[in-house]
């Protein structure tokens, strides 16, 4: 349970998460409970100032958000100004219940990883939809950019096959990569959007110093 076990956000080398060279931001190790207590290794991370950033656009006005009563499977996600559309892949997780990370390609810079195995779906009543993306070192990954232009108060927007729904960023917290934060797997609770990339120093391959998280919370504008 949350309450009795955490999840480390630890640092890590090589493991569908971490990368060999560039890293992305999280690996999850979840607990055995169905209340959640994975443990976060990462290698990706914060990139340098020299962060590439699409052209602000906006994705959401107040009628594009949809009123969505039931779960169903996330095709993209739009952030204005760091993409209009990331595709979203849900790789499997390893031997040891560490959820995966998009692939270290040209295109898995810029997409985001959905953890099926969490078991919430956007629309879903209670819990939290879990996803990571990467950070490279030369700043050019899409993790990159929500770290420059992802805050508090800012739109999300998450679209499936017809429908679109919205989450307002609630809360945008950066911890140490040893922090334990059970909080980011809660299955129960409020309905979030919880997204996870690592930031901070990059010490090595696949080594970082901080994890930074957003919780969002589904909205109508």
Same mark, same amino acid.
């Given at each position: 349970?949350? *309450?009795?076990?955490?999840?480390?956000?630890?640092?890590?080398?090589?493991?569908?998460?971490?990368?060999?060279?560039?890293?992305?931001?999280?690996?999850?190790?979840?607990?055995?409970?169905?209340?959640?207590?994975?443990?976060?290794?990462?290698?990706?991370?914060?990139?340098?100032?020299?962060?590439?950033?699409?052209?602000?656009?906006?994705?959401?006005?107040?009628?594009? !958000?949809?009123? @969505?009563?039931? *779960? $169903?499977? +996330?095709?993209? &996600?739009?952030?204005?100004?760091?993409?209009?559309?990331? #595709?979203?892949? /849900?790789?499997?997780?390893?031997?040891?219940?560490? +959820?995966?990370?998009?692939?270290?390609? =040209?295109?898995?810079?810029? =997409? $985001? #990883?959905?953890?099926?195995?969490?078991?919430?779906? +956007?629309?879903?009543?209670?819990?939290?939809?879990?996803?990571?993306?990467?950070?490279?070192?030369?700043?050019?990954?899409?993790?990159?950019?929500?770290?420059?232009?992802?805050?508090?108060?800012?739109?999300? @927007?998450?679209? *499936? =096959?017809?429908?679109?729904? !919205?989450? %307002?960023?609630?809360?945008?917290? =950066?911890? #140490?990569?040893?922090?334990?934060?059970?909080?980011?797997? %809660?299955?129960?609770?409020?309905? %979030?959007?919880?997204?996870?990339?690592?930031?901070?120093?990059?010490?090595?391959?696949? &080594?970082?110093?901080?994890? /930074?998280?957003? $919780?969002?919370?589904?909205?109508?504008?």
């Amino acid at each position: 349970m949350a *309450g009795r076990r955490g999840a480390l956000l630890a640092t890590g080398t090589a493991v569908v998460v971490v990368a060999v060279v560039v890293a992305l931001g999280v690996v999850l190790r979840p607990s055995r409970d169905s209340a959640s207590t994975p443990t976060a290794r990462g290698s990706s991370t914060a990139g340098p100032s020299t962060q590439q950033r699409e052209p602000s656009t906006t994705v959401a006005p107040r009628s594009a !958000c949809d009123r @969505v009563r039931h *779960g $169903f499977t +996330p095709r993209t &996600i739009s952030v204005p100004g760091a993409t209009r559309a990331a #595709a979203i892949v /849900t790789p499997p997780r390893d031997a040891a219940g560490i +959820p995966g990370t998009p692939p270290l390609t =040209e295109a898995g810079k810029a =997409e $985001f #990883a959905w953890d099926l195995e969490q078991g919430t779906q +956007p629309g879903d009543r209670r819990g939290n939809v879990i996803v990571n993306t990467h950070t490279w070192p030369d700043g050019s990954a899409l993790g990159n950019r929500l770290l420059a232009v992802l805050h508090r108060g800012d739109l999300v @927007v998450v679209r *499936g =096959e017809d429908v679109r729904l !919205c989450y %307002r960023v609630t809360e945008r917290l =950066e911890v #140490a990569a040893g922090t334990l934060l059970p909080r980011y797997y %809660r299955r129960h609770g409020p309905p %979030r959007l919880a997204i996870l990339t690592c930031s901070g120093r990059r010490l090595g391959p696949g &080594i970082w110093t901080r994890r /930074t998280v957003w $919780f969002a919370s589904p909205t109508l504008s």
